[in-house]
């Protein structure tokens, strides 16, 4: 197995991998199991099922990689991309709309919330702005995780989702408009 996979982040630039191993792919689910188990963990709310799901991500990947000699050429899209694909499927077999969350790197969440006691009203506008997210299609809530709290581009969210950058950015705008209106309803 010899994969060659180019990767860029906003932290580095780009760096080349050669998958010749599974230990070369252990390397890589290193860098990425706490990204893709931290996106997963913030649609579901719950540290098994994320697990679950992040492990099958990780399982298809390397199944991939295994059974196809290609370049990947954005590691780091294409493994959103299976994750996404994976949390749509685990939403509809559970039936249950998917819900916003902060992002979180250590999983502190204590750490990241509003404080109720310390600020009020950043407290509440912090869970009108969840309660509003949780109201939209799951797709628009998924869009508006990825480019607001994952910090994913346009570019990034083009090969992640498959639709133009130009057709995003129209949903980014009119998900927008809906979360004002959803919004000042709550505030009314």
Not at 68 to 80: G, L, R, S
Request: net charge negative; glycine share 2%; charged share 30%.
């Amino acid at each position: 197995m010899i994969i060659t996979i180019i990767m860029e982040t906003a932290e580095q630039p780009v760096k080349k991998f050669t998958v010749t191993s599974v230990q070369d792919f252990l390397d890589l689910y290193d860098v990425f199991f706490p990204k893709i188990y931290n996106f997963i963990f913030r649609d579901v709310w719950h540290v098994e099922t994320a697990e679950d799901i992040t492990a099958t991500v990780f399982e298809k990947a390397l199944s991939f990689i295994k059974r196809h000699n290609i370049v990947i050429e954005n590691f780091q899209a294409w493994i959103y991309k299976i994750a996404t694909n994976e949390l749509f499927s685990h939403l509809r077999k559970k039936g249950r709309k998917k819900t916003l969350s902060i992002n979180d790197e250590s999983l502190n969440l204590e750490n990241l919330l509003p404080d109720e006691r310390q600020d009020p009203s950043k407290y509440a506008d912090f869970m009108d702005l969840k309660r509003a997210i949780g109201i939209l299609k799951p797709k628009d809530a998924l869009l508006v995780e990825l480019h607001y709290f994952e910090k994913r581009d346009y570019a990034e969210l083009e090969e992640i989702l498959g639709e133009r950058q130009v057709t995003l950015r129209s949903r980014i705008h009119r998900i927008l408009q809906k979360l004002e209106v959803l919004l000042t309803e709550d505030k009314a």
